[in-house]
């Protein structure tokens, strides 16, 4: 519940408040409204208004009504501000976790100068093939053997000076499992393939050389033989026919001949969108004639399913059949392009491709710091105390200038800070209440009980079913003739569930009985039998043929616990409004029109 309502208070966020720095000069940013003696700025209301009013909302609001509701929501902030609320130390302790949480990533990815994201979008223009030879280790490795590892790959590099045959050293010195079969062969990549390092040695090195360099894997020697422009991305669709595995293999129909039929009627004109729907055994494609989004090399399909796709030179052609180790193909080419068009989406997410290399983010992290070092180094009063700080310090004075630096986060943290207080101060006055008021709830019940009515007819009661035994059923069936069916189920308990004869094995007992109020579609039995819903069908179970229903038809609740659920939520309104109404008389409220109708 607390992270939800976090999520309401963040919808009504606010931004740059009236005495942090980097605030608007007044006349730029006059003050529309003043809440029990705070003022609010026009880019505070005006960022709230335009966050609300681009969300996607069942019921579109007036412009006046977003001042209302904006209005409301300050004045539960202003009340949680008198209880106090901010000073507790649960809040304090909860809001500084928050804060760490949302702060990390202003500290990494979104510190990074602008260049190390125009780098990855530059890097996959291009393409290496390079192969490695590694040799594994890691943080906890001791130092002289990590020293030693390098010193191999010095000696192995020297030996490749002097012409030695790369594959020939892979294939008997890496330690990477696949450089038996690829002698270290890693075909062509760009960015965003390889861990930060080894991508910043295989873009560095030129054609034909070989550098070392270290990742969290362990070292490398990596040789480059090649770079190019990259390939660009390809909208295919594919028809496929799976491979067939298992004992009856044999006697299924042969792929190889289905995909071939197919690729037969294809050339003879056949539909492609209706061939795929009716014939691709690609379940996710086919409805959508087994069209995939944009690709490019990076895409985790086979490299001979890639392969395919961009030897296609046309749009609408199509290749021949080709097994990959899922199956059979037919790969149609829809459209080509060089390369995504720009635009924030993508960057988004580029950087959330950026944010999964941990080496990246720790390179990222570390531009960051010597950029904050350089903003230190330029403060003449920081510059004396500054000058021996580690880079932990450096990071923790960073984070404290966040709040008046940078205005996304200044306005995330104001959200969870405000949502916190919204949280503690709702549940005392309306959520907490309500739920807990039982003598309210059941007053307003009685009040309003005919708006809770049922739209479709619903059956309150109890649905048995035991197994083909005369005794058992007629136990049963007497029991629930002479009581309730909540009553009933006190007595199945003691009277049947302990009977050794009617119930041989407690744990496994040969009837079941459902109590309460259903719904037209939660119980066949009842929906033919006590419901009359029309093409209604009830089969009983091999295990318990026997059946039986007692209760009675409702078209509205019968009691409070009926629709409990919906009065709560209806009662959390009255008192959520009475809550207001109190607020509005407790606090002053002063709206400043002239300027607020500059926005409408």
């Not at 034909?208 to 990742?215: A, T």
């Not at 990596?222 to 909208?235: C, Q, T, Y």
Request: net charge negative; charged share 30%; glycine share 6%.
């Amino acid at each position: 519940m607390k992270k939800l309502i976090i999520g309401l208070a963040a919808m009504l966020a606010l931004t740059v408040q009236p005495n942090e720095a980097g605030a608007k000069t007044d006349k730029k940013d006059p003050v529309v409204m003043t809440i029990a003696g705070k003022d609010v700025k026009r880019s505070e209301f005006e960022y709230f208004y335009n966050k609300n009013n681009g969300q996607e909302v069942a019921e579109e609001k007036t412009f006046d009504e977003y001042v209302d509701l904006f209005v409301n929501y300050k004045l539960k902030v202003a009340e949680a501000y008198r209880q106090g609320v901010d000073t507790t130390r649960s809040y304090i302790d909860e809001l500084a976790g928050y804060r760490k949480q949302i702060a990390e990533p202003y500290l990494q990815i979104q510190g990074w100068p602008d260049s190390l994201l125009q780098q990855a979008k530059d890097r996959r223009k291009w393409e290496v093939k390079a192969s490695h030879l590694l040799l594994m280790c890691n943080e906890e490795t001791p130092q002289n053997v990590v020293d030693s590892l390098h010193d191999v790959l010095v000696e192995l590099q020297h030996e490749l000076e002097q012409g030695a045959n790369f594959d020939s050293l892979a294939r008997q010195y890496s330690q990477d499992p696949s450089a038996r079969q690829n002698a270290g062969d890693l075909g062509y990549f760009s960015s965003l393939q390889m861990v930060y390092p080894f991508e910043q040695a295989a873009f560095n090195t030129p054609v034909g050389q070989s550098s070392i360099v270290r990742s969290r894997f362990g070292w490398h020697l990596i040789k480059v033989f090649d770079k190019r422009e990259s390939e660009g991305e390809v909208l295919v669709a594919h028809i496929m026919k799976n491979m067939q595995q298992g004992p009856l293999a044999d006697e299924m129909p042969d792929p190889k001949q289905q995909i071939d039929s197919i690729y037969n009627v294809l050339l003879a004109g056949g539909d492609w969108d209706k061939l795929c729907a009716e014939y691709s055994d690609d379940a996710y494609t086919a409805p959508k004639g087994g069209a995939y989004p944009w690709i490019n090399r990076m895409a985790r399909f086979p490299k001979e399913w890639l392969d395919v796709c961009y030897e296609l030179k046309e749009k609408g052609e199509i290749s021949q059949p080709f097994k990959t180790q899922f199956g059979w193909h037919i790969v149609k080419l829809l459209d080509k392009r060089k390369e995504a068009p720009a635009d924030s989406a993508q960057d988004a997410k580029l950087k959330e491709q950026l944010a999964k290399d941990p080496e990246r983010i720790k390179a990222g992290q570390e531009a960051y710091v010597k950029q904050c070092r350089g903003r230190l180094m330029a403060d003449k009063k920081l510059r004396k105390v500054a000058g021996g700080w580690s880079d932990e310090q450096v990071l923790e004075w960073a984070d404290k200038q966040l709040e008046t630096e940078n205005e996304d986060f200044r306005n995330l943290y104001r959200e969870y800070h405000d949502g916190l207080m919204l949280f503690d101060v709702s549940s005392k006055a309306v959520w907490d209440k309500a739920s807990q008021d039982t003598l309210g709830l059941q007053q307003y019940f009685d009040a309003h009980r005919k708006d809770f009515a049922f739209d479709k007819p619903r059956f309150k009661g109890a649905f048995i079913e035991c197994a083909d035994d005369d005794a058992l059923y007629a136990k049963l069936k007497d029991i629930y003739e002479h009581n309730a069916p909540i009553a009933a189920a006190d007595v199945v308990r003691k009277e049947v569930l302990t009977d050794t004869i009617l119930t041989p094995n407690p744990k496994a007992p040969r009837f079941h009985i459902v109590n309460g109020l259903f719904s037209e579609g939660d119980n066949a039995c009842i929906d033919a039998e006590r419901l009359h819903v029309e093409g209604a069908k009830f089969t009983p179970k091999e295990k318990m043929p026997r059946v039986m229903t007692y209760g009675q038809v409702l078209t509205e609740p019968d009691e409070l616990a009926d629709v409990r659920g919906a009065v709560v939520a209806d009662y959390q309104t009255v008192l959520e409004e009475a809550w207001v109404e109190e607020l509005r008389k407790k606090f002053a409220v002063k709206l400043n029109w002239k300027e607020l109708n500059k926005l409408r």
